[in-house]
């Protein structure tokens, strides 16, 4: 007979089975640890002297998926028990004993009892063996990328089990996803119960801190500026370069960068750190170079007299957008593009009439001289009268400027070109005598002849003067 609806619920529980026939027979089992201890009350079916144990074969083994698969004990698969005075014999279960290789071929041997009424007894074992075994899982190499960066972490799952990924970040296998910080990542596979883990460290490099700075950001073409490295962050750095106007010059402290040519120039500096991490930086319009504007003018004479100073002065610079004239004596500047200036009249001067171009903060100056010749100016009388009174009792030339004083002289002739008086003194005048007689009423002739005092020219002049006595 075999007890059916039979269960293991903990250790020291006490099970009764009945017999289907009319004579009772209590079955009492005590489990604990595993072993059970059938104790059975001796049927009146028994004559006392049967000691010849039943029979029964083990069961026939089998294999289950895994842990959860394992049935629970079935006195059933007990198909062969044979009794020579018992015609059913009890057939119990009695214990589970795994070989404790968990997830490794593990097999579990069950126990049955197989008692007659006069309670010989035999136990026949059934082996279960769990397929189930710790799957291959593989999360991959160890790898360092730098922040921003992009990575994919595809586990090895030769076995296709179920798995799963953990970590400090939500990410799906086979898809890139940025990490924010270095972390270790685990998968975890599960073939029927059997867990295999493995680990994967991604390490996140720190980008460097990308600036610079410059001792100009402005200029005048051509500019030669020295950019400086400012950045921060993962030290040293090994790989730099500058990135101007479509040009690259290397250096990771500073760079001299010769700018020829006018306009607005961006600036990108790029930079590795050791650890092969690469950031940059750009200053749109960090550096600008003015275009240096041409001076030039011209001036209506450069030439001047006494008797006119006045000079139009025609500005030809080009690329400027301001002028500043300078005269050249203690005059205020003018910024009038296209000046009229009158120069001071004297004897005679030189004037150096400078002319400042600017763009902004670039200049340009052009120069030039102005020369100012005293004019010769003298006047001589057509007639005198040297009869006594306080008018016109002398005749003699009256210079205002431009001549030499102690170059000088003058000679009177008579109709027939004989000499009647000379002097080289600019301050006596010719009285109309002759060796202290006064000379007859009449045309005479005169010549003059003087040094220039601007350019010590000699200078001639005749004509004649009406005495009147």
């Known amino acids: 007979m075999k007890l059916s609806h039979f269960s293991v619920r903990s250790r020291a529980h006490v099970y009764a089975s009945y017999r289907p026939a009319n004579h009772l027979k209590l079955l009492l089992f005590f489990c604990s640890l595993f072993v059970c201890q059938i104790l059975i009350a001796q049927n009146a079916n028994c004559n006392g002297t049967d000691v010849t144990p039943p029979t029964a074969s083990n069961p026939f083994p ?160 051509p500019l030669n500026v020295q950019f400086n490295n400012t950045s921060t962050g993962p030290m040293p750095l090994t790989d730099c370069f500058w990135e101007v106007n479509g040009s690259t010059y290397p250096g990771c402290d500073s760079a001299d960068i010769f700018l020829q040519f006018p306009g607005s120039y961006d600036v990108t500096f790029t930079t590795t750190s050791s ?58 500047n003018s910024s009038v593009t296209n000046p009229t200036h009158q120069f001071p009249v004297e004897e005679s001067a030189s004037f150096l009439v400078t002319l400042i171009a600017s763009s902004g903060n670039c200049t340009d100056t052009a120069e030039l001289y102005i020369e100012i010749e005293e004019d010769v100016i003298f006047y001589m009388p057509n007639s005198f009268t040297p009869d006594g009174d306080e008018f016109n009792q002398t005749f003699q030339p009256i210079f205002s400027s431009g001549f030499d004083p102690f170059d000088f002289s003058l000679l009177i002739f008579d109709r027939w070109g004989e000499v009647v008086w000379e002097s080289h003194d600019t301050t006596v005048g010719w009285d109309g005598t002759l060796a202290g007689r006064k000379l007859p009423d009449g045309m005479y002739n005169w010549k003059l002849e003087f040094k220039t005092t601007a350019t010590d020219e000699r200078r001639m002049a005749v004509g004649h003067v009406n005495l009147l006595n």
Request: glycine share 6%; with cysteine.
């Open 275 to 332: 650890t092969g991490c690469t950031n940059s930086a750009t200053y749109a319009g960090f550096i600008l170079v003015e275009e240096v504007p041409e001076a030039s003018f011209t001036a209506s004479s450069t030439q001047l007299t006494t008797l006119d100073t006045e000079v139009d002065f025609e500005n030809t610079s080009t690329g400027a957008v301001g002028y500043t004239w300078n005269f050249g004596y203690d005059t205020p």
């Open 62 to 221: 089998i294999s289950v998926t895994s842990a959860a698969a394992v049935p629970p004990p079935d006195p059933s698969v007990v198909i062969d028990e044979m009794d020579d005075v018992t015609t059913e014999p009890f057939v119990v279960w009695v214990s589970d004993v795994s070989d404790g290789n968990t997830c490794n071929l593990e097999v579990i041997t069950r126990t049955y009892s197989v008692t007659d009424d006069c309670g010989n007894e035999i136990f026949v074992t059934q082996e279960i063996t769990i397929l189930a075994v710790y799957p291959p899982i593989d999360a991959g190499q160890n790898q360092s990328i730098c922040e921003g960066e992009t990575i994919t972490l595809t586990a090895g799952n030769p076995w296709n089990v179920p798995f799963t990924w953990s970590s400090g970040q939500t990410f799906t296998n086979g898809q890139p996803f940025s990490p924010t910080a270095t972390d270790t990542y685990t998968v975890t596979a599960d073939n029927e119960g059997c867990i295999s883990t493995d680990n994967v460290t991604v390490s996140v490099e720190e980008l460097p801190s990308v600036s610079f700075s410059s001792d100009l950001v402005a200029g005048c073409a």
